[in-house]
């Protein structure tokens, strides 16, 4: 089987501060470095470090070779990424002592997918397969629309959160990823709970309180996975981390419940380093990791 990604490329610029500036406040940087980012990106490396097949699909502009590099460096599939005449999209990233942080993201050619450039690619999966979409890029809704015809299974990462783009594609959803403060929105919007929208499985991410599962076929219960107890150091993809080895593991046949806690496990891993997609771990580290 196989994961189909639908999702963001970005540089990530990330700026360490003493504090996150209040509006109109103007503070320095105590450093700066870039690396390979965007939410999409994130997930395509988690999953494939994870030891998923994964093909990416999405754009870059002129400037981007570099991020396509990465991207088959660390295992992805490129070959479904076109090029853009806008420029490669980019995330301002900045990073209080605690590792919170505080993320302004400029689309660029992320909205600039062919809708043809999908179908084509999409052509190629097999039923059974996942397509995987987050808010960071354009066509979702063909996309999951041509993936629900073609037999393939839908997860969908509702964040940037938007509620009318989450409305649009959650009849075609079968995995819903949201943390916390995006459920609280969702179930705002719509005045339902999991149990109520439709898809079969909805994963709610809670960072260090871990994160809980509510599945149509175990009658919608709550269950509770904790998260090992770590020293923070940037949380800048954690989420990202958690959805990629998840869907890895599903893809290799394990339980929700297995593929949460070893999804949790990386996620926590993820929070003691700095950066996005080049520090992801690999499934090896996360196994042989001790906590």
Known sequence: MAIWNLGSINADHFYRLDH????????LS???????????????????????RVTHIGAVGRDGGWAVERLLEYGVDTRQIATSVDATGHAI?????????????????????????????????TPGDTLLMQNETNAQSFAADTAVKLG????????????EATRAVLPQVDLLFLNAVEMAQLSAATGQGPADLGVQTVVVTKGAAGCTLYDQAAGWAAQDIPAPEVAVVDTTGAGDTFTGYFLAALDRGAPLLAAAELAIKASALMVTRAGTADVIPDLKEVLDWAV
């Open 20 to 27: 996150i500036p209040a509006p109109g406040e103007t503070i």
């Open 30 to 52: 105590g450093g700066l470095t870039t690396g390979l980012g965007g939410k999409g990106a994130n997930m395509s490396v988690a999953a494939a470090r994870a030891g998923a």
């Open 93 to 125: 990233i900045m990073l209080d002592p605690s590792g919170e942080n505080s993320i302004i993201v400029h689309p660029g050619a992320n909205v600039t997918i062919p809708t043809d450039q999908i179908g084509i690619a999409l052509t190629e999966a």
């Open 152 to 163: 393939l299974r839908v997860a969908y990462a509702a964040a940037p959160f938007e509620a």
